[in-house]
Antibody
């Protein structure tokens, strides 16, 4: 059974950094691209960032480019999101998702339960 | 990275069919078949319902189907059931090597 468990969500002040982690199990983590997707409570979904299986391809939404960094450790079956210069508008649930593909970005096949990041001004 | 366009809400009676549209551009839906649909119930994580325009993951009811014409993708739910009431989101791969979601559609089963 595929499991994605996010951690690291917290209440932080604007301008401070925060690092999210996602522990993956139930599949060969090194074979698949991974993503972070966020959702402001009561609002829609927003793709944040994606990383291919070997970390050869990484991409970011314009809203976080230059502030957030996605990374992965295939030996630890873990995905990370380093968030710097946080803004109140970054407040959201952050979901870790598994792609169906390894090399390319295509589909959010499985989702974690999310971790809440709250940025205070 | 403009969001794909979906209707804010749709509704239907049990047993009826509904269709939710998702309009993009030639930079996303129009040129790629990586269009997916997700169902989200309140307080829950989204669930993949359709991938690659028209494919259903194992375990998803065949009442759900997807299609694409030009820059617009569609999700059709036939034989509406009360449990189908949820928010639905489309997504697409884009020319910029990113993924983009639609704004979401709230489905109400009357």
């Amino acid at each position: 059974e595929v499991q994605l468990v996010e951690s690291g969500g917290d209440l932080v002040q604007a301008g401070r950094p925060l690092r999210l982690s996602c522990a993956a199990s139930g599949f060969i983590f090194a074979d698949y691209a991974m993503h972070w997707v966020r959702q402001v409570p009561g609002k829609g979904l927003e793709w944040v960032s994606g990383i291919s299986w070997t970390s050869g391809t990484v991409a970011y939404a314009d809203s976080v480019k230059g502030r957030f960094t996605i990374s992965r450790d295939n030996a630890k079956n873990s995905l990370y999101l380093q968030m710097n210069s946080l803004r109140p508008e970054d407040t959201a649930f952050y979901y870790c998702t598994k792609d169906q593909s390894g090399r390319y970005f295509s589909t959010f096949e499985y989702w974690g339960q999310g971790t809440l990041v709250t940025v205070s001004s | 990275q403009s969001a794909l366009t979906q209707p804010v809400s749709v509704s239907g009676s049990p047993g009826q069919s509904i269709t939710i549209s998702c309009t993009g551009t030639s930079s996303d839906i129009g040129n790629y078949n990586y269009v997916s649909w997700y169902q989200q119930h309140p307080g829950k994580a989204p669930k993949l319902m359709i991938f690659d325009v028209s494919n259903r993951p194992s375990g998803v009811s065949n009442r759900f189907s997807g299609s694409k014409s030009g820059n617009t993708a569609s999700l059709t739910i036939s034989g509406l059931q009360a449990e189908d009431e949820a928010d639905y989101y489309c997504s697409s791969y884009t020319r910029s090597t990113t993924l983009v979601f639609g704004g979401g559609t709230k489905l109400t089963v009357l």
